[in-house]
């Protein structure tokens, strides 16, 4: 079974490729890129005037199940993927029951093998029940296939733990993937706290419960020498911490959200349970840092941080409704119109981020586009507008804050091992 | 006056910072003209026959509640009180849902009192009874603000150019949050003064002079507005003890005779804790409209009431 993608521009980072070539994939592998390949099948995929890029890898999406089945499951969560052109994802472990045990893990491969969509990577819990006091399976999850270790949702809030878990994990090669937040400082607060919190009366997270984490864990891994990927930085001080931290050799590496680059506190005004996110959409100034962290390198990769809540769980007061917001179909949309449009980000460095660097995160060979390597495939039509819309999310849920926005840049198909799994209609 | 009423076109009143400067004018305005009628010996008049109000209050409240249903009552409108014990919420309808059923039910104005900022805001939209704000969490108690700036006029003549201090916990106050809002619209000069931990980030911005010294917030205020400091928030560690704040930020006679002017106006929204935020020789003091402030927010009510139930008619007829 062979596909010939005709005449797309092949943009990869890695082998520092920009052209219009074709690329001929023949089983699960990229067989040749060159120009004007004639090929025997039929099957042939015309990407003319379109993006042809290594498949974008997801380094921080929940799929809510097991537990939660009626935000997400492994199934729907794998569309909302493929249709957001992710070829790879890597999922967190705030399941019921936890990721924190070989168990958990082969379930969550097998229904995902089940799917047969994209590739789902777990990632294990850092302690047992995500409770931050034992160390979970870490030797049997990295037997079974996890990727990275995070208590996500949560700090390890005592640092001796957290420095134990660095140690062990090193043992493995497993990078700790940390969520920022002391859990004091941002006790109670639903959005940050600024003069919009002020003016709206809700209850504000400072900024210093991310920055002093950040700041905490940056010297846990100078210290223990162990790889960490700071999650979803929403803060300007927290990109000044981790660009200092890489100039002197710290091993971090570090992911941005879409939401934070595209909307700042001032869209919670109307009270949109929608906006409700955790790290809290901050100020102008942070989107900003954000967006020059991206250009510089400061910031690796570009995550979704795909949070699933129901209607009705959302269809609520704002302080009562669950943080999160959707972004699996989003994301692309979001990083072409605000980053690329804009002059912010090239195409080879949207790449790099949303494709090779995350595939060196989490250590796997994936995220560029050469003969005889994997055939994760994006094709992407960089011009099309699309409108958000509530009732278009393959995703069960659709808590966006973004629904009714018109975005730029469609994912025409999705290619995981050489098979379409999202063909646009 | 009859002719200005027109100029009421909104359906709720879910807070002050969405109003202009003539719609609060409005109000303060339509007041004047119920006051009058609370003074009278058969204290009603027809304005509001055959309407429905439900008081909707899901944190404890005597104060507003009960103006709220005197000024319904007083416009003879029937009024249905409902409290967060007698409602569904108990079993766990959602808020959404419970005001859904009352709207079922026919009824004109839903008075809503709710501990989450915003959940007005959230529901007005959705539903077709005019929703009154009767205070939504930290965030905003719109007639409030009305009846102390109704109060400040009534003693002052004027609210334009008067300083006016608001002293207490800014932060978790939806009182001061109305009235910065309100007195800024009209004019006034707002000083707000409280210890470091319960003034809100950046209220700065909502254009206000900010300090934590009680004598510099005194010097040359027309009218102080003592917030009540709730006494949980000492056990939270906002401030060391009750005794401190008092003597940092209570306020007494003898502060007002060192720094105030002579006729400053003293205002509370109550209920006062004595000897806390203000001392009883104050609260009971020459310089305290405390009282009138409470006649006044009859009034408020009554024309609240009165406008949002007009804007619902004028309405109905296009
Ligand atoms: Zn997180």
């Excluded at chain 1, 993927?81 to 967190?92: L, V």
């Excluded at chain 1, 100020?283 to 390198?297: H, N, R, S």
């Excluded at chain 2, 009209?186 to 004598?215: F, H, Q």
């Amino acid at each position: 079974m062979s596909l010939l993608i005709k005449n797309g521009r092949v943009v990869d980072a890695k082998n520092k490729q920009d052209g219009v070539f074709d690329i001929l994939v023949e089983g699960a592998k990229i067989s040749k890129i060159a120009k004007n390949i004639v090929s025997k099948d039929d099957n042939v995929f015309d990407a003319k005037g379109m993006l042809v890029v290594p498949g974008l890898i997801d380094l921080h999406v929940h799929l809510r199940e097991p537990g939660y089945e009626y935000k997400e499951t492994i199934l729907s969560g794998s569309q909302a993927a493929a249709r957001g052109g992710f070829t790879s994802i890597c999922c967190m472990p705030n399941t019921n029951p936890v990721i924190d045990n070989q168990g958990v893990v082969d379930f969550v491969f097998a229904e995902s093998k089940k799917a047969g969509l994209v590739n789902v990577f777990p990632v294990g819990a850092i302690t047992k029940g995500l409770k931050g006091e034992d160390l979970a399976d870490i030797a049997d999850m990295k037997e079974s296939g996890v990727v990275a270790l995070s208590d996500d949702g949560y700090e390890v809030a005592s640092a001796a733990l957290l420095r134990m878990a660095m140690e062990y994990a090193s043992m493995f090669d497993l990078p700790i993937i940390a969520h920022c937040e002391d859990k004091e400082l941002s006790s109670g607060g639903v959005m940050n706290e600024g003069y919009m919190s002020t003016v709206l009366g809700l209850k504000g997270i400072p900024r210093v419960a991310e920055i002093t984490m950040v700041s905490r864990d940056i010297e846990l891994a100078r210290f223990t020498g162990t790889k960490l990927h700071i999650a979803h930085v929403s803060c300007k001080e927290s990109v000044a911490l981790i660009k200092k931290a890489k100039k002197e050799g710290v091993k971090v590496t570090s992911e941005c959200c879409p939401h934070h680059f595209s909307l700042t506190e001032e869209a919670v005004e109307q009270y949109d349970t929608n906006t409700k996110v955790n790290p809290p959409l901050r100020t102008k100034e942070d989107v900003e840092a954000i967006k020059k962290g991206l250009k510089d390198g400061t910031i690796d990769c570009i995550a979704t941080d795909h949070a699933p809540h129901s209607i009705s769980e959302k269809d609520t007061e704002y302080d009562l409704a669950p943080f999160g917001i959707i972004g699996s179909e989003t994301a692309l949309g979001l990083v072409m119109t605000e980053l690329v449009d804009k002059g912010i980000l090239s195409i080879e460095q949207v790449v790099e981020k949303m494709a090779l660097n995350p595939a060196r995160v989490i250590g796997q060979d994936k995220g560029y586009l050469s003969e005889g390597g994997c055939a994760d495939i994006t094709i992407i039509d960089p011009k099309q507008e699309w409108v958000v819309e509530k009732d278009g999310f393959v995703s069960k849920s659709s808590n966006s804050p973004f629904i009714g926005k018109t975005l730029t840049g469609q994912v025409m198909a999705t290619i995981v091992s050489g098979k379409i799994v999202f063909e646009k209609s | 006056m009859t002719e200005k009423m027109t100029d009421w076109k909104r359906k709720d009143l879910l807070g002050i910072e969405e109003l202009s400067a003539e719609e609060i004018e409005l109000i303060l305005q339509t007041a004047d003209s119920f006051k009058e009628i609370s003074s009278r010996p058969v204290k009603k008049v027809p304005t509001l026959r055959g309407k429905t109000i439900v008081l909707f209050f899901f944190e404890p409240s005597t104060r507003t509640r009960s103006s709220f249903e005197l000024a319904a009552k007083r416009l003879s409108a029937d009024t249905l009180s409902i409290t967060k014990s007698s409602s569904s919420i108990q079993k766990g309808e959602t808020l959404k849902d419970t005001i859904k059923n009352i709207e079922a039910m026919q009824v004109d104005v839903i008075i809503l009192r709710h501990s989450s900022s915003g959940a007005h805001h959230i529901l007005a939209p959705q539903v077709t009874p005019s929703i009154i704000n009767a205070g939504d969490g930290c965030h905003e108690h719109p007639t409030q603000a009305l009846l102390d700036m109704f109060t400040i006029k009534e003693k002052k003549g004027k609210i334009k150019g008067l300083k006016v201090t608001i002293l207490g916990d800014i932060a978790h106050s939806r009182v001061a949050r109305s009235n910065i809002w309100g007195l800024k619209k009209m004019g006034a000069e707002v000083t707000i003064c409280g210890p470091k931990t319960l003034l809100p980030r950046d209220i700065d911005k909502m254009g206000v002079k900010v300090t934590t010294c009680l004598a510099e917030a005194l010097k040359g205020a027309d009218v102080v507005n003592i917030l009540r400091i709730q006494k949980e928030r000492q056990q939270v560690g906002l401030f060391p003890s009750l005794r401190e704040y008092a003597s940092e930020f209570g306020v007494s006679r003898e502060k007002l005779d060192k720094y105030a002017k002579k006729d400053i106006l003293i205002m509370h929204p109550g209920p006062i804790n004595r000897g806390i935020e203000i001392t009883p020789d104050v609260a009971d003091g020459k310089y305290s409209v405390i009282l009138d402030q409470v006649t006044n927010g009859i009034a408020i009510r009554m024309a609240v009431l009165y406008l949002v139930s007009q804007a619902g008619i004028s309405e109905q007829q296009e």
